[in-house]
Protein backbone atom coordinates (compact mmCIF):
# COMPACT_ATOMS: atom_id res chain seq x y z
CA UNK A 1 0.00 0.00 0.00
CA UNK A 2 1.03 3.78 -1.03
CA UNK A 3 1.42 6.23 1.72
CA UNK A 4 -1.97 7.62 2.54
CA UNK A 5 -2.54 10.99 2.39
CA UNK A 6 -4.54 13.44 4.94
CA UNK A 7 -6.67 17.09 4.41
CA UNK A 8 -6.81 18.15 8.03
CA UNK A 9 -5.99 21.72 6.51
CA UNK A 10 -5.73 22.99 2.79
CA UNK A 11 -1.60 23.67 3.49
CA UNK A 12 -1.50 19.57 3.66
CA UNK A 13 -1.22 20.03 -0.29
CA UNK A 14 0.95 21.74 -2.47
CA UNK A 15 0.01 24.41 -4.95
CA UNK A 16 0.56 21.73 -7.94
CA UNK A 17 -2.34 19.54 -6.33
CA UNK A 18 -4.71 22.62 -5.15
CA UNK A 19 -4.71 23.05 -8.85
CA UNK A 20 -5.20 19.59 -10.23
CA UNK A 21 -7.96 19.08 -7.75
CA UNK A 22 -9.51 22.34 -8.97
CA UNK A 23 -8.93 21.09 -12.70
CA UNK A 24 -10.91 17.45 -11.56
CA UNK A 25 -13.27 19.29 -10.41
CA UNK A 26 -14.20 20.53 -13.59
CA UNK A 27 -14.04 17.33 -14.91
CA UNK A 28 -16.49 15.58 -12.84
CA UNK A 29 -19.01 18.43 -12.72
CA UNK A 30 -19.15 18.27 -16.87
CA UNK A 31 -18.91 14.32 -16.41
CA UNK A 32 -22.51 14.97 -13.80
CA UNK A 33 -23.96 17.55 -16.16
CA UNK A 34 -23.47 15.50 -19.06
CA UNK A 35 -25.01 12.93 -17.23
CA UNK A 36 -22.24 10.32 -17.49
CA UNK A 37 -21.82 7.84 -16.16
CA UNK A 38 -18.08 7.58 -13.81
CA UNK A 39 -17.42 5.53 -10.75
CA UNK A 40 -13.74 5.00 -10.07
CA UNK A 41 -14.72 3.93 -6.50
CA UNK A 42 -16.66 1.43 -6.94
CA UNK A 43 -16.79 -0.88 -4.01
CA UNK A 44 -14.72 2.29 -1.86
CA UNK A 45 -16.42 3.04 1.42
CA UNK A 46 -16.19 6.41 3.64
CA UNK A 47 -16.89 6.52 6.79
CA UNK A 48 -19.05 10.03 8.14
CA UNK A 49 -18.37 11.26 11.70
CA UNK A 50 -20.58 13.72 12.79
CA UNK A 51 -20.32 15.48 15.87
CA UNK A 52 -21.78 19.10 14.81
CA UNK A 53 -25.03 18.73 12.21
CA UNK A 54 -25.10 19.95 9.07
CA UNK A 55 -26.88 19.74 5.44
CA UNK A 56 -24.28 20.64 3.50
CA UNK A 57 -21.26 18.46 4.77
CA UNK A 58 -23.25 15.77 4.90
CA UNK A 59 -25.48 15.79 1.66
CA UNK A 60 -22.23 16.08 -0.63
CA UNK A 61 -19.99 13.74 1.03
CA UNK A 62 -23.13 11.12 0.84
CA UNK A 63 -24.32 11.72 -2.47
CA UNK A 64 -20.69 12.34 -4.03
CA UNK A 65 -19.54 9.30 -2.75
CA UNK A 66 -22.45 7.37 -4.34
CA UNK A 67 -21.96 8.89 -7.60
CA UNK A 68 -18.36 7.89 -7.49
CA UNK A 69 -19.67 4.46 -7.40
CA UNK A 70 -18.65 4.10 -3.27
CA UNK A 71 -20.72 4.39 -0.11
CA UNK A 72 -21.30 6.72 2.56
CA UNK A 73 -21.55 5.68 6.12
CA UNK A 74 -23.24 8.10 8.92
CA UNK A 75 -22.03 8.05 12.13
CA UNK A 76 -22.74 10.91 14.77
CA UNK A 77 -20.96 11.14 18.03
CA UNK A 78 -24.11 10.08 19.89
CA UNK A 79 -24.87 6.79 17.92
CA UNK A 80 -21.29 5.53 17.82
CA UNK A 81 -18.54 4.68 20.72
CA UNK A 82 -16.54 8.26 20.31
CA UNK A 83 -19.32 9.68 21.81
CA UNK A 84 -18.96 7.39 25.02
CA UNK A 85 -15.51 7.79 25.99
CA UNK A 86 -13.64 5.09 23.21
CA UNK A 87 -9.75 6.73 22.84
CA UNK A 88 -9.73 8.14 19.39
CA UNK A 89 -7.47 5.92 18.46
CA UNK A 90 -9.32 2.81 18.67
CA UNK A 91 -11.91 4.56 16.61
CA UNK A 92 -9.70 5.54 14.43
CA UNK A 93 -7.99 2.13 14.12
CA UNK A 94 -11.23 0.01 14.08
CA UNK A 95 -12.94 2.40 11.01
CA UNK A 96 -9.34 1.90 9.03
CA UNK A 97 -10.54 -1.95 9.03
CA UNK A 98 -13.80 -1.07 7.62
CA UNK A 99 -13.58 1.78 5.03
CA UNK A 100 -11.13 3.09 3.01
CA UNK A 101 -11.47 6.74 3.98
CA UNK A 102 -12.61 8.94 7.24
CA UNK A 103 -14.47 12.15 6.88
CA UNK A 104 -15.12 13.95 10.32
CA UNK A 105 -17.08 17.23 11.05
CA UNK A 106 -16.21 17.90 14.84
CA UNK A 107 -15.04 20.81 17.42
CA UNK A 108 -11.51 21.03 18.33
CA UNK A 109 -8.90 20.62 15.49
CA UNK A 110 -6.81 18.16 17.65
CA UNK A 111 -9.52 15.57 17.13
CA UNK A 112 -9.20 15.59 13.83
CA UNK A 113 -5.32 15.06 13.90
CA UNK A 114 -4.93 12.27 16.26
CA UNK A 115 -8.07 10.69 14.08
CA UNK A 116 -5.49 10.93 11.07
CA UNK A 117 -2.41 9.77 13.02
CA UNK A 118 -3.44 6.80 13.95
CA UNK A 119 -5.98 5.80 10.83
CA UNK A 120 -4.29 3.96 8.50
CA UNK A 121 -7.09 5.05 5.76
CA UNK A 122 -6.73 9.11 4.15
CA UNK A 123 -8.77 11.39 6.85
CA UNK A 124 -10.48 14.52 5.47
CA UNK A 125 -11.51 17.57 7.95
CA UNK A 126 -15.20 18.13 7.17
CA UNK A 127 -15.05 21.42 9.73
CA UNK A 128 -13.36 21.99 12.52
CA UNK A 129 -13.38 25.12 15.14
CA UNK A 130 -9.97 26.03 13.40
CA UNK A 131 -10.15 25.15 9.98
CA UNK A 132 -12.82 24.25 7.15
CA UNK A 133 -10.84 23.20 4.20
CA UNK A 134 -13.27 21.50 2.28
CA UNK A 135 -15.12 25.07 2.13
CA UNK A 136 -12.40 26.63 0.73
CA UNK A 137 -11.39 24.20 -1.95
CA UNK A 138 -15.24 24.85 -3.23
CA UNK A 139 -14.97 28.69 -2.74
CA UNK A 140 -12.06 28.65 -4.94
CA UNK A 141 -13.33 26.70 -7.54
CA UNK A 142 -16.47 28.66 -7.56
CA UNK A 143 -14.11 32.03 -7.90
CA UNK A 144 -12.56 30.21 -11.07
CA UNK A 145 -15.99 29.36 -12.50
CA UNK A 146 -17.19 33.53 -12.60
CA UNK A 147 -14.06 35.10 -12.69
CA UNK A 148 -11.60 33.21 -14.44
CA UNK A 149 -8.78 32.97 -12.57
CA UNK A 150 -7.60 33.44 -8.96
CA UNK A 151 -3.98 35.05 -9.23
CA UNK A 152 -5.20 38.53 -10.46
CA UNK A 153 -8.01 39.31 -8.10
CA UNK A 154 -8.46 40.83 -4.63
CA UNK A 155 -10.69 39.15 -2.38
CA UNK A 156 -11.48 40.72 0.98
CA UNK A 157 -13.02 38.51 3.89
CA UNK A 158 -15.23 40.65 6.11
CA UNK A 159 -16.51 39.52 9.20
CA UNK A 160 -15.48 36.70 11.90
CA UNK A 161 -11.69 35.19 12.58
CA UNK A 162 -13.19 32.12 12.51
CA UNK A 163 -12.23 28.36 10.82
CA UNK A 164 -13.33 29.69 7.05
CA UNK A 165 -11.00 32.90 7.85
CA UNK A 166 -8.09 30.89 8.75
CA UNK A 167 -8.71 28.24 6.26
CA UNK A 168 -8.61 31.74 3.72
CA UNK A 169 -5.62 32.56 4.99
CA UNK A 170 -4.11 29.33 4.11
CA UNK A 171 -5.09 29.77 0.59
CA UNK A 172 -3.75 33.27 0.32
CA UNK A 173 -0.20 31.40 1.88
CA UNK A 174 -0.72 28.44 -0.78
CA UNK A 175 -1.41 30.62 -3.95
CA UNK A 176 -0.08 33.62 -3.28
CA UNK A 177 -3.22 35.25 -3.43
CA UNK A 178 -4.41 39.03 -3.21
CA UNK A 179 -6.40 38.87 0.12
CA UNK A 180 -7.59 41.20 2.82
CA UNK A 181 -9.26 40.67 5.69
CA UNK A 182 -11.55 42.57 7.80
CA UNK A 183 -12.76 41.78 11.44
CA UNK A 184 -13.58 43.47 14.62
CA UNK A 185 -10.85 43.43 16.64
CA UNK A 186 -11.50 41.23 19.30
CA UNK A 187 -11.94 38.49 16.80
CA UNK A 188 -9.36 38.90 14.69
CA UNK A 189 -7.65 35.68 13.59
CA UNK A 190 -4.72 35.10 15.10
CA UNK A 191 -1.13 32.89 15.47
CA UNK A 192 1.16 31.68 13.12
CA UNK A 193 -1.02 31.14 10.43
CA UNK A 194 -1.41 35.08 10.34
CA UNK A 195 2.22 35.78 10.72
CA UNK A 196 3.20 33.75 7.67
CA UNK A 197 0.21 35.55 5.74
CA UNK A 198 1.71 38.75 6.29
CA UNK A 199 4.77 37.62 4.28
CA UNK A 200 2.90 38.02 1.14
CA UNK A 201 2.81 41.57 0.00
CA UNK A 202 -0.31 41.37 -1.37
CA UNK A 203 -2.41 40.40 2.15
CA UNK A 204 -3.73 43.15 4.29
CA UNK A 205 -5.37 42.69 7.79
CA UNK A 206 -7.48 45.38 8.92
CA UNK A 207 -10.24 46.29 11.40
CA UNK A 208 -12.03 48.91 7.90
CA UNK A 209 -14.24 46.80 6.27
CA UNK A 210 -14.59 49.77 3.67
CA UNK A 211 -10.76 49.27 3.34
CA UNK A 212 -11.11 45.75 3.31
CA UNK A 213 -13.49 45.91 0.14
CA UNK A 214 -12.15 48.60 -1.73
CA UNK A 215 -11.58 47.53 -5.26
CA UNK A 216 -12.01 44.11 -4.33
CA UNK A 217 -13.50 41.75 -7.12
CA UNK A 218 -14.69 38.82 -4.60
CA UNK A 219 -16.49 39.40 -1.42
CA UNK A 220 -16.50 37.22 1.18
CA UNK A 221 -18.80 36.81 4.62
CA UNK A 222 -19.62 34.14 6.98
CA UNK A 223 -22.48 33.94 9.70
CA UNK A 224 -21.59 36.13 13.15
CA UNK A 225 -22.24 33.39 15.63
CA UNK A 226 -20.91 29.60 14.83
CA UNK A 227 -22.41 26.67 15.81
CA UNK A 228 -21.06 26.12 19.96
CA UNK A 229 -21.19 30.08 20.07
CA UNK A 230 -24.80 30.55 21.35
CA UNK A 231 -24.09 32.13 24.33
CA UNK A 232 -22.34 35.28 22.80
CA UNK A 233 -25.18 35.91 20.33
CA UNK A 234 -25.92 39.56 22.00
CA UNK A 235 -22.25 40.30 22.28
CA UNK A 236 -21.41 39.41 19.19
CA UNK A 237 -24.33 40.49 16.93
CA UNK A 238 -23.26 43.80 18.49
CA UNK A 239 -19.73 43.68 17.42
CA UNK A 240 -20.14 42.70 13.88
CA UNK A 241 -23.34 45.37 13.17
CA UNK A 242 -20.58 47.26 11.06
CA UNK A 243 -19.51 44.59 9.26
CA UNK A 244 -22.54 43.49 7.47
CA UNK A 245 -22.41 43.56 3.67
CA UNK A 246 -25.00 45.47 1.99
CA UNK A 247 -25.14 47.72 -0.89
CA UNK A 248 -22.86 50.43 0.74
CA UNK A 249 -20.37 47.82 1.20
CA UNK A 250 -20.41 46.71 -2.21
CA UNK A 251 -20.37 50.25 -3.86
CA UNK A 252 -17.01 50.19 -2.64
CA UNK A 253 -15.67 46.97 -4.75
CA UNK A 254 -14.78 46.72 -8.01
CA UNK A 255 -18.23 46.82 -10.52
CA UNK A 256 -19.46 43.38 -11.05
CA UNK A 257 -17.70 42.20 -7.59
CA UNK A 258 -19.52 39.21 -6.64
CA UNK A 259 -20.16 38.10 -2.81
CA UNK A 260 -19.80 34.89 -1.56
CA UNK A 261 -21.08 33.11 1.35
CA UNK A 262 -20.77 29.78 2.64
CA UNK A 263 -23.84 29.16 4.26
CA UNK A 264 -26.38 28.75 6.38
CA UNK A 265 -27.16 32.78 5.62
CA UNK A 266 -28.42 35.12 8.75
CA UNK A 267 -30.42 37.61 6.07
CA UNK A 268 -29.98 41.38 7.38
CA UNK A 269 -27.50 40.04 10.07
CA UNK A 270 -23.96 39.58 8.18
CA UNK A 271 -25.27 40.04 4.53
CA UNK A 272 -28.79 42.56 3.60
CA UNK A 273 -31.06 40.71 1.72
CA UNK A 274 -31.29 42.49 -0.93
CA UNK A 275 -27.50 41.60 -1.48
CA UNK A 276 -27.55 37.76 -0.62
CA UNK A 277 -30.50 37.76 -3.59
CA UNK A 278 -28.59 39.61 -5.71
CA UNK A 279 -25.69 36.95 -5.71
CA UNK A 280 -28.23 33.98 -5.16
CA UNK A 281 -26.35 32.02 -8.03
CA UNK A 282 -23.21 32.78 -6.86
CA UNK A 283 -23.80 31.31 -3.14
CA UNK A 284 -25.88 28.73 -4.21
CA UNK A 285 -22.97 27.03 -6.94
CA UNK A 286 -20.49 27.49 -4.17
CA UNK A 287 -23.01 25.40 -2.20
CA UNK A 288 -23.14 23.39 -5.39
CA UNK A 289 -19.63 22.96 -5.75
CA UNK A 290 -18.47 21.76 -2.41
CA UNK A 291 -20.23 17.95 -4.24
CA UNK A 292 -17.68 18.34 -6.86
CA UNK A 293 -14.92 19.61 -5.26
CA UNK A 294 -15.29 16.90 -2.57
CA UNK A 295 -15.26 14.07 -5.07
CA UNK A 296 -12.37 15.21 -6.47
CA UNK A 297 -10.87 15.11 -3.38
CA UNK A 298 -12.04 11.88 -2.17
CA UNK A 299 -11.37 9.99 -5.63
CA UNK A 300 -7.62 11.37 -5.40
CA UNK A 301 -7.01 10.49 -1.83
CA UNK A 302 -8.89 6.61 -1.71
CA UNK A 303 -7.41 5.88 -5.22
CA UNK A 304 -3.85 7.07 -4.28
CA UNK A 305 -3.80 5.31 -1.05
CA UNK A 306 -3.91 2.24 -3.03
CA UNK A 307 -1.28 -0.40 -4.01
Request: hydrophobic share 40%; glycine share 6%; aromatic share 8%.
Amino acid sequence: MKSKRDFTKLLDITREECEYLLERSTFLKMQKKQGKEYKPLKDKSLAMIFEKSSTRTRASFEIGMWELGGYAMFLSSGESQIGRGEPVKDTARVLSRYVDAIMIRTYGQALVEELAQWATVPLVNGLSDTYHPCQILADLFTIREFKGNLGDLKIAYIGDGNNVANSWLEACILLDLSFSIATPEQYAAKGSLLEKAKENSRFVATHDPLEAVRDADVIYTDVWVSMGQEAEKEERTLSFASYRIDDALLKEAKKGAIVMHCLPAHRNKEISDGVFESQQEVIFSQAENRLHTQKALLEWLIKGSEG
